[in-house]
C-alpha cells in the first residue's frame, strides 16, 4: 500500500499539464522570458481575483514583504510588529529592510496574531503591522487595523480566504506561489497587492533596480520579478483555485467528522468571519514527535509548521528573547501536526490518516 503523501502536486500538475504546456510552447516562441505578456496578464488576473486594483510580481514571498514594507518607508530606526507564530521569512523580511521584528503571543485557539496584545508592542518607531494569515486564514483585520498604524498582510498562505467577504485589508498584501501553496508556482514566485497606486509603482520599481524607464534608475533596487513561465503556471491554476480551495474546505470538514472523540487531539476551525481556505490542517496533539513518527510507520506523511518560534532561532539572538516570552507560540510550537492536505485528497486517504491517528493515540 502506498503512502498518504503530505501534498500531491503531481495531481494538481495533471489538472493543468495541457494548457501549461501550450503556454510554455508560447513563451518558448516568443523568448519573452523577462516581464513578457503572461506576466501582465497574470498581474490583472491575480489582483481581480483578490479584490484589488494592482498586483506586482515578484520573484518570491519573502521579496514580496520586504518590498511591500520597503514602499511604504519601513528601515532602520523602524520597527514592524508581527506574530511570533509564523515562518522565518515573515521576520527576515523586516530584519532585510533595517527594521526590528517586535514580536507578541497568538490567540491559543486559532495560533493568529492576537489583537489583544498590540497594544503593547506598540510604540514611537512603529512604523508597520504585519498579521500572518497563518493556515489558511486571517486574523480579526479590524481589530488589527484599529491601532491606526499601516497593516501590510503577510498572505502567503490564504490564497482565496477572506475575512466578512473581503479579500484584502491592509495598505499591501504579499503573498507567495512556492509550490506547496494553494496557488503553487513550478518554483519560487510572489507578488505584492494593493489599492494604491503608489505604492504599487514603488514596489515595481524597487523590484526592477529601481527602474521604470530601461537603463535609468530613480531609486536603489533589486532584481526581484516574476518569471513569465512561472506566470504561465500560475495563470493556469488561478482559473482552477476557487474549486480547488472548496475541494480543501470539503477535505476539512470530513477530517473534522473523522477525527472527533480521538483521545488528546484538538482540532482546527474557522475563527468568526473567516472563509477558510486550509492551507494546512493543523491539529494538536501531545508527545507530538512520537505521534509524527507511528504515523510515519504507518505510512502517513505529515508536517510541522514550526517546530521551533522566530523569538528561539539562533537568527533572531539579538532579539534578546527567552523560553517563556511567547507562551502560547511554544506551548504550540510542541504539539502542532499538520496531517496530509491538498484539493485531490481521497476519502480512502483521509480514512487511512483517522484510523491511524486513532490507533496511535487510542
Not at 82 to 93: H, R
Not at 138 to 143: D, E, F, I, S, W
Not at 259 to 269: E, H, N, Q
Amino acid at each position: 500500500m502506498t503512502d498518504v503523501p503530505f501534498a500531491d502536486l503531481a495531481a494538481a500538475h495533471a489538472d493543468v499539464a495541457e494548457e501549461i504546456r501550450a503556454g510554455f510552447d508560447r513563451v518558448l516562441a516568443t523568448t519573452a522570458f523577462v516581464q513578457g505578456a503572461d506576466v501582465d496578464a497574470f498581474e490583472r488576473e491575480y489582483a481581480a481575483f483578490c479584490g484589488a486594483a494592482h498586483c506586482v510580481g515578484v520573484a518570491n514571498g519573502t521579496d514580496a514583504l520586504e518590498l511591500a514594507l520597503r514602499a511604504l518607508g519601513c528601515g532602520p530606526d523602524s520597527e514592524v510588529v508581527l506574530p511570533a507564530n509564523t515562518f522565518v521569512a515573515t521576520a527576515e523580511a523586516v530584519v532585510r529592510t533595517g527594521a526590528r521584528p517586535v514580536l507578541v503571543d497568538v490567540d491559543p485557539d486559532h495560533l493568529l496574531l492576537d489583537p489583544r496584545r498590540l497594544g503593547e508592542a506598540i510604540g514611537p518607531r512603529t512604523a508597520a503591522i504585519v498579521p500572518v494569515h497563518l493556515y489558511g486564514q486571517l486574523p480579526p483585520m479590524a481589530a488589527v487595523a484599529a491601532h491606526g498604524i499601516p497593516v501590510v498582510e503577510d498572505a502567503a498562505q490564504s490564497q482565496g480566504a477572506s475575512q466578512d467577504g473581503r479579500r484584502v485589508f491592509g495598505r499591501l498584501a504579499a503573498t507567495s506561489f512556492y509550490p506547496g501553496k494553494n496557488l503553487g508556482a513550478y518554483g519560487d514566485a510572489g507578488a505584492v497587492v494593493t489599492d494604491s497606486p503608489e505604492l504599487a509603482r514603488a514596489v515595481r520599481l524597487l523590484g526592477n533596480h529601481g527602474s521604470e524607464v530601461k537603463y535609468r534608475h530613480e531609486t536603489l533596487g533589486f532584481n526581484s520579478r516574476l518569471d513569465t513561465l512561472q506566470a504561465v503556471v500560475l495563470r493556469a491554476k488561478l482559473r482552477r483555485l476557487a474549486d480547488w480551495n472548496e475541494r480543501r474546505r470539503a477535505a476539512a470538514a470530513r477530517y473534522a467528522s473523522l477525527l472527533d472523540g480521538i483521545p488528546g487531539v484538538t482540532l482546527p476551525a474557522p475563527a468568526p468571519g473567516n472563509a477558510h481556505v486550509w492551507h494546512l490542517y493543523v491539529i494538536r496533539v501531545p508527545r507530538r514527535d512520537e505521534v509524527a513518527q507511528a504515523l510515519a510507520q504507518l505510512g502517513i506523511r505529515t508536517g510541522i509548521h514550526y517546530p521551533v518560534p522566530v523569538h528561539l532561532q539562533p537568527a533572531f539572538g539579538d532579539l534578546g528573547h527567552a523560553p517563556g516570552d511567547f507562551p502560547v507560540t511554544e506551548a504550540a510550537a510542541a504539539e502542532i501536526l499538520s496531517l496530509p492536505m491538498f484539493p485531490h485528497i481521497t476519502e480512502e486517504q483521509q480514512d487511512r490518516v483517522a484510523a491511524a491517528l486513532r490507533k496511535t493515540l487510542s
